[in-house]
Every structure is written in structure tokens, then in C-alpha cells.
């Protein structure tokens, strides 16, 4: 049987037609993830923090955070094998514990998703700043840079599937030369200190009242967004050929060759710096860049900033790609106010309408960066959105494996007792690093800042949560749901 037939009757099975373009292999897919995970994008949003609070331990901090999210990534990977559907984790709460529970998690996944595209604009605009001046960057003109990062993504989005495939391969080779290559070249040619200093925190605790727990535990917060994304490639799944192989497989690969690359560098950088010291005390903002720079050459300083703000911006992209579809699986089932206008599919085949509005939404976010530094404050917001939703779907498809509601045996991805195993330790992991990213810490705040900045993952996704829970009370979206069919996940795999 034609696969192309063979996927869109499957998508039939569960309620819809065939309006995006099926034009994904599997390496397209793969792309995606590994330019929405992102090593670049990932290891200098950590490093610093992780430097500042834990010294060169901060390492082991992503080995945990490596570990811990390779758990939800196998479970994510059974539900994705199960359910090819755009909208990921909407989708498989919806029909795993109900169309309430399934609107609020896609509810805070959305919120979440589009506070990681104006994080990757934040941390992009400082690099483009590079490009062309080192003089310092006002917080307004870092808020205008973001704007263009955002502005540049939702363009190339707009342009259509084929565009962006480009621009993600383009991503790749970006990223292969600013972390692999430069990170081998540093291993061989540019060692200033031993092995030994990776057990050192070089006085780093004295930033987080004198605790080396407390700041290995803060770096821990921040470590998880390195690993953030592997889901993207799940919100594509009506877009990719033969979406029940080439999509969990896609996610995986994309993760460990992502967390490959990120420990990679993090080890690299960290055993070239000459002064690490710097790098703990802040005269250091930048350990990668330094330890590239004074490694390498300074020839190597322009050339360096192009390669790793393609990666950017292949980054940016990815999350505009994925927010829209997820924005447009919620508006195709009804569920968003003006539901109609944001489930649009253009000519090219794609929602433009809410690409459009994603990429506002993202760039209103960017004015958090007036009040000076945000970096740490939009990595805990997009952090601890996407860590809740974790464990609200690593939760669900526990409860629904143990009563019987899911058989992940009939997915691609059959791991038999193991699974269970794995979906337990992914929800005792998610729900430690839930709380630990919530938790309030100064050190996260802006300098200077209020109790409410302390406290703002948990007042801003606590704010979140009641008003999706007063939509779902008030607007009672899971009334305009046509009936769920017996999805074909729910038989033995046709293929």
C-alpha cells in the first residue's frame, strides 16, 4: 500500500484530513530536533550560570539533567510511535486522560514553547551584537536585536516548508563546526588544565550563600534547558512520511547527538580556559567565547560569532515551526478563541495565521529585557513550563500504562516491562527538577530584584494554570470536540 495513503487514512482514523504537506523524511525531521535542542543554543545559555554557581562541577550538572531527560525522551518517544498527530503532547493527554486535562497541558505547553523562542531571540541578540561592535548592549537595543531574531524566523517560516528544511541543514553544519570541531581542536591543541578541575568548584558556593549542594542544585535548574526540544519533532508528525517510525526514531537521535555534542564542549571549554577563575567571578561573561578567542586566535573571533548565529537563528526558526503547528492543533479542534482564523492553512500549505501570532506573542515577551539582564529569568520561565508539562504527560501515561488505558505495545517503540521502568524514573526525575526549577532563588533574579521576581516561575504558570483552568470552566472548550474515534494507535501497527 501507497505510504502517502497509507498516513492519511491513518490521520483519518483519528478525525482529520490531510491538509499539511507530508514532504518530511526522516532526516528533515531529525533537523528539526536537533536545531530546536540545539548544542550551541543550549551550552551558552548554561555555561555561564552554571560557571557562576557550581564552578567547573557545573559538568555533572548536565550529566544529570543529560540522564534524567533520556528517560522522558523514551517515554515521549512510545506516545509519539502511537499517536502521529500534530499537536504532541495536546493530543496525547486529550485521549489518554481527557480533553480538560489535555487543553491545560497544551495550554502551558503553548506558553511555554513561545517564552523558549524569546529566550533563543534574547540570548541570539547578544551575538548579533557581536557581529558588527563589542561596545556594551543597552537593554533597549538588546530588545530590538531580539525583535529581528524573531522577526527573521517567523519570515523564513512563512516562506514554507522547503525553505526551512534548507535553513536547518544550514543549522547543522553550523553547529557541527562551532561545537564538535572547535570543541576537538580545544581537546587536542588547547589544554590549560587537567581532568582534576572538573571536580572543582573553584569557591563558586560563595555566590549562593557558601553551599556547594545549593549551587550544584542551581545549576541543575538551569542545566534542563540544554535539553529542551527533542518534542518539537513530535508536532510535525502530519508532515513527515511514515510519522510512526521516522518520528520517534528522529527525537531520539536528535537527543543524544545533541547531548553528545553539548557535554562535548561543555568538557572542552571548561579544560581550556586559562584563567577559570574569571569564568566563576564573572570578568569572564562569555567561557566559550573566551576560551575559543584566546585558544584558537583572535582571527577566529568573526568567523566563529557567523557560524554560532546561523545556529541561532536555525534554532529560532525550529521553535516558530513547532509553536505554530502546535497553536494550529489547538485551533483545528476548536479550542482557542478565534479558532477558525488561527487553524488557516495557506497556499504553502502551512498556519501561517498562527505563525504570525506566536511570533508576536514572542517578541512582546522580549520586553522583560528592558529591566536589564534576563537571561536567567526567561531560561527559568522556559524551563519551568516545559518541565511541568513533562511530568504532566510522563504522569498521564503512567496512570494510563498501569489501568490499562494505553498499551504502548502497539506502538513502533516497545520496550515490554522496561517502559514501566522508565516512565516511573521519569516522573520521580521530572518531579525533582519541577520543584527545583520553581524553586525561588535570588541568584536567578535580576540584581536588585523584588519578591515577585523571586517567586515569578511559580506566580506566572500558577497565573497560567488558573486562567486556562477558568476557560475550561467558563468557555467549556472540550464541548466543541467532535468525538474521539478509535485511533488505529490503539491496533496493531498496519506497517
Request: some cysteine; aromatic content about 12%; charged content about 10%.
Amino acid at each position: 500500500m501507497d505510504d502517502a495513503r497509507t498516513d492519511a487514512r491513518e490521520l483519518a482514523d483519528y478525525g482529520y484530513e490531510q491538509e499539511l504537506r507530508r514532504t518530511l523524511s526522516a532526516w528533515a525531521v531529525f533537523a528539526i530536533g536537533f536545531a530546536t535542542i540545539s548544542p550551541v543554543v543550549g551550552i551558552y545559555a548554561v555555561i555561564q550560570l552554571g560557571f557562576a554557581f557550581s564552578g567547573p562541577v557545573w559538568i555533572w550538572a548536565t550529566v544529570v539533567a543529560f540522564l534524567g531527560q533520556l528517560l522522558v525522551a523514551v517515554v515521549y518517544a512510545e506516545l509519539a510511535s502511537q499517536f502521529p498527530v500534530t499537536g504532541g503532547v495536546y493530543q496525547w493527554v486529550r485521549r489518554l486522560a481527557g480533553p480538560r486535562l489535555g487543553w491545560l497541558v497544551g495550554w502551558i505547553y503553548l506558553s511555554a514553547a513561545v517564552a523558549s523562542l524569546t529566550t533563543v531571540a534574547y540570548l541570539g541578540a547578544t551575538w548579533l551584537h557581536l557581529l558588527f561592535t563589542d561596545s556594551p548592549l543597552s537593554a533597549r537595543g538588546h530588545v530590538l536585536l531580539g525583535v529581528v531574531f524573531v522577526a527573521v524566523a517567523l519570515a523564513i517560516n512563512l516562506l514554507g516548508v522547503e525553505p526551512v528544511k534548507h535553513f536547518l541543514n544550514a543549522g547543522i553544519i553550523a553547529e557541527g563546526v562551532a561545537s564538535i570541531a572547535v570543541s576537538l581542536v580545544l581537546l587536542v591543541f588547547v589544554h590549560n588544565n587537567g581532568f582534576g578541575i572538573l571536580f572543582d568548584t573553584l569557591g563558586a558556593e560563595a555566590a549562593v550563600g557558601g553551599s556547594a549542594t545549593a549551587g550544584f542544585l542551581a545549576c541543575l535548574a538551569v542545566a534542563g534547558w540544554a535539553f529542551l526540544g527533542f518534542d518539537a519533532t513530535t508536532q510535525v508528525a502530519e508532515e513527515t512520511e511514515n510519522p510512526r517510525r521516522n518520528v520517534p526514531r528522529a527525537l531520539l537521535r536528535a537527543y543524544l547527538f545533541v547531548a553528545f555534542t553539548v557535554l562535548l564542549t561543555g568538557v572542552a571549554v571548561t579544560l581550556a580556559l586559562s584563567n577559570p577563575e574569571d569564568a566563576v567571578s564573572g570578568a569572564i561573561a562569555d567561557p566559550v567565547f573566551a576560551a575559543v578567542t584566546d585558544g584558537i586566535g583572535t582571527w577566529a573571533e568573526k568567523p566563529f560569532i557567523v557560524v554560532v548565529l546561523i545556529a541561532f537563528f536555525a534554532c529560532a526558526i525550529s521553535i516558530q515551526t513547532y509553536i505554530g503547528r502546535a497553536v494550529f492543533a489547538f485551533a483545528r479542534d476548536r479550542q482557542l478563541p478565534f479558532s477558525p482564523v488561527l487553524a488557516t492553512v495557506g497556499h504553502r500549505q502551512i498556519p501561517y495565521v498562527s505563525l504570525i501570532v506566536t511570533a508576536v506573542l514572542a517578541a512582546l515577551g522580549l520586553l522583560l529585557g528592558l529591566n536589564g539582564n534576563a537571561a536567567a529569568t526567561l531560561i527559568s520561565f522556559g524551563s519551568g513550563g516545559f518541565y511541568f508539562v513533562f511530568l504532566a504527560v510522563a504522569l498521564t501515561a503512567l496512570v494510563a500504562r498501569l489501568t490499562g488505558r494505553w498499551n504502548p505495545g502497539a506502538g513502533q517503540v516497545r520496550l515490554g516491562r522496561l517502559g514501566l521502568v522508565v516512565n516511573v524514573l521519569a516522573v520521580v526525575w521530572l518531579l525533582f527538577e519541577a520543584i527545583n526549577i520553581a524553586w525561588p532563588r535570588t541568584e536567578l533574579a535580576p540584581v536588585g530584584g523584588s519578591w515577585v521576581q523571586v517567586w515569578a516561575v511559580i506566580l506566572v504558570f500558577s497565573a497560567l494554570f488558573l486562567i486556562g483552568l477558568a476557560y475550561v470552566l467558563l468557555a467549556r472548550p472540550h464541548t466543541k470536540l467532535a468525538p474521539v474515534p478509535a485511533p488505529a494507535a490503539d491496533k496493531a501497527p498496519i506497517r
